[in-house]
């Protein structure tokens, strides 16, 4: 059964804020939550951290141009434009774990940070602190709001496992047409997040680089998300012109000037041709030490190596001309089709750069990861009707243990539940009601299924 999405959107929104008005604190414990400070850059410059804020002591600042974001030594944004209590002003950003970093690593002395005129900062500066620089002038100071930074990164408090399982009791007494209700309501909001969150990053720089982050969102899965969509945004789409795999490749660091010894004449041509063209554009995005981008090598399949996501990513943009015309629900199989036949005479049979041939062709860009990409971009941020129809029917068997847990803590061992797994829609209902409850709060101090007692009457 299918029910109109905006309309359970906005019932699982109000669910969601009834159960968030029953608690004293809707933020995170300041103490605890530290992102690296990659991360925090990376949402500040799509952004995905909004774009005002009440400075500690110069008043309500808004950002109008969140800047270039610098490769180099320095302020981390430079060029940026802020507004503070309507006086505009143009320079430098500098986005700190804490505002003692500044004078940690020296910025205060250093004529490189004078022009610095907002200081961000994650947790809460100490009584009385202020940011200056080597004039002395008083720098205006932005802490960002924890439960801001949380939801950007979907993150919360930790369950607690002794007293799980309180949501079984209402749901063991809904009927399966109510509990289809509940999850069709959350796989919508999740959808309407999901539209938000494009149109933010689309705002800050621009439709296409925002599909183009989308795919590198998508290459990088789990475990290389955040250096792809970093990758895209210190690569972005329209610099790449003839040269995407060299200009990818260099920018994300696995270029280097010697191969090992014993690699194949294939792969020296290879490398050679990739190296040479970087060589000529590397001043204009090589990352210095300490602005590298935060790859990881294990645990993965060989054929999930961050080279061949990369490589990939640059085929993508290479055949951009035809792959934007499909990217809406209704062109979706088309777009299927095309991003499963990208080939590369090298990547193709590569797991990395060093790597030996395979015997048999690896796909660029698999069936799984390309549903991925429909369900989670194309079919989500369609707003026609049959996207949403079709987003209902799409199916993925490979249930993650996330989704698996969730759904035993809340409806235990149903079996008309469990044959509804294998949906992509319930899987995503499932993440986002753990983001919002399961994750967020205690089971011990959860009004979620108290609120759930109510459902059925919405």
């Known amino acids: 059964?299918?029910?109109?999405?905006?309309?359970?959107?906005?019932?699982?929104?109000?669910?969601?804020?009834?159960?968030?008005?029953?608690?004293?604190?809707?933020?995170?414990?300041?103490?605890?939550?530290?992102?690296?400070?990659?991360?925090?850059?990376?949402?500040?410059?799509?952004?995905?951290?909004?774009?005002?804020?009440?400075?500690?002591?110069?008043?309500?600042?808004?950002?109008?141009?969140?800047?270039?974001?610098?490769?180099?030594?320095?302020?981390?944004?430079?060029?940026?434009?802020?507004?503070?209590?309507?006086?505009?002003?143009?320079?430098?950003?500098?986005?700190?774990?804490?505002?003692?970093?500044?004078?940690?690593?020296?910025?205060?002395?250093?004529?490189?940070?004078?022009?610095?005129?907002?200081?961000?900062?994650?947790?809460?500066?100490?009584?009385?602190?202020?940011?200056?620089?080597?004039?002395?002038?008083?720098?205006?100071?932005?802490?960002?709001?924890?439960?801001?930074?949380?939801?950007?990164?979907?993150?919360?408090?930790?369950?607690?496992?002794?007293?799980?399982?309180?949501?079984?009791?209402?749901?063991?007494?809904?009927?399966?047409?109510?509990?289809?209700?509940?999850?069709?309501?959350?796989?919508?909001?999740?959808?309407?997040?999901?539209?938000?969150?494009?149109?933010?990053?689309?705002?800050?720089?621009?439709?296409?680089?925002?599909?183009?982050?989308?795919?590198?969102?998508?290459?990088?899965?789990?475990?290389?998300?955040?250096?792809m969509q970093m990758l895209a945004r210190r690569a972005p789409l329209n610099s790449l012109g003839k040269i995407p795999e060299a200009i990818l490749f260099g920018t994300a660091g696995f270029l280097t000037a010697v191969l090992p010894q014993g690699v194949d004449e294939q792969t020296r041509q290879y490398h050679r041709s990739v190296w040479d063209a970087w060589w000529a554009e590397r001043e204009k995005y090589e990352l210095s030490n300490g602005r590298e981008l935060p790859w990881k090598f294990a645990p993965l399949r060989p054929a999930n190596h961050p080279h061949r996501r990369v490589a990939a990513l640059a085929r993508i943009a290479a055949r951009w001309n035809d792959i934007r015309k499909k990217l809406q629900a209704e062109s979706a199989q088309e777009l299927r089709r095309l991003l499963t036949s990208l080939e590369h005479p090298y990547w193709s049979y590569r797991y990395s750069l060093p790597s030996l041939s395979s015997a048999k062709p690896l796909a660029l860009f698999g069936s799984e990861r390309v549903k991925d990409f429909l369900a989670n971009h194309v079919y989500a941020l369609d707003e026609a009707p049959f996207a949403w129809q079709t987003y209902l029917s799409l199916k993925n068997a490979d249930i993650s243990h996330r989704v698996q847990q969730t759904a035993t803590a809340l409806f235990g061992n149903r079996e008309d539940i469990t044959s509804l797994l294998p949906l992509m829609y319930v899987q995503q209902a499932l993440l986002q009601i753990d983001t919002d409850f399961c994750s967020t709060n205690s089971c011990r101090d959860c009004l979620f299924p108290e609120q759930l007692c109510q459902w059925h009457m919405s």
């Open 1 to 227: 059964m299918m029910y109109d999405k905006n309309r359970y959107a906005d019932l699982y929104r109000s669910l969601k804020a009834e159960v968030e008005r029953g608690y004293c604190c809707a933020e995170c414990d300041d103490s605890t939550f530290t992102p690296s400070e990659l991360e925090v850059q990376a949402l500040w410059h799509a952004g995905l951290l909004g774009t005002e804020g009440e400075t500690m002591r110069h008043g309500k600042v808004r950002i109008l141009d969140f800047g270039e974001w610098n490769r180099s030594t320095g302020p981390d944004f430079q060029r940026a434009e802020i507004e503070i209590n309507g006086v505009r002003m143009r320079g430098d950003i500098e986005i700190d774990p804490t505002a003692q970093d500044w004078e940690r690593h020296g910025h205060g002395a250093n004529p490189n940070y004078t022009k610095v005129v907002l200081h961000v900062v994650v947790h809460q500066p100490p009584a009385g602190w202020y940011t200056r620089n080597e004039q002395h002038i008083d720098i205006p100071i932005l802490h960002l709001k924890q439960h801001v930074l949380a939801k950007a990164m979907g993150k919360g408090r930790p369950l607690a496992a002794e007293s799980a399982g309180l949501c079984k009791e209402p749901l063991s007494e809904m009927s399966i047409e109510q509990i289809l209700r509940l999850l069709q309501a959350a796989a919508a909001y999740r959808v309407q997040c999901k539209q938000q969150r494009f149109r933010k990053i689309a705002d800050a720089v621009g439709q296409q680089q925002a599909w183009y982050e989308a795919f590198a969102e998508t290459l990088g899965y789990k475990i290389n998300k955040l250096p």
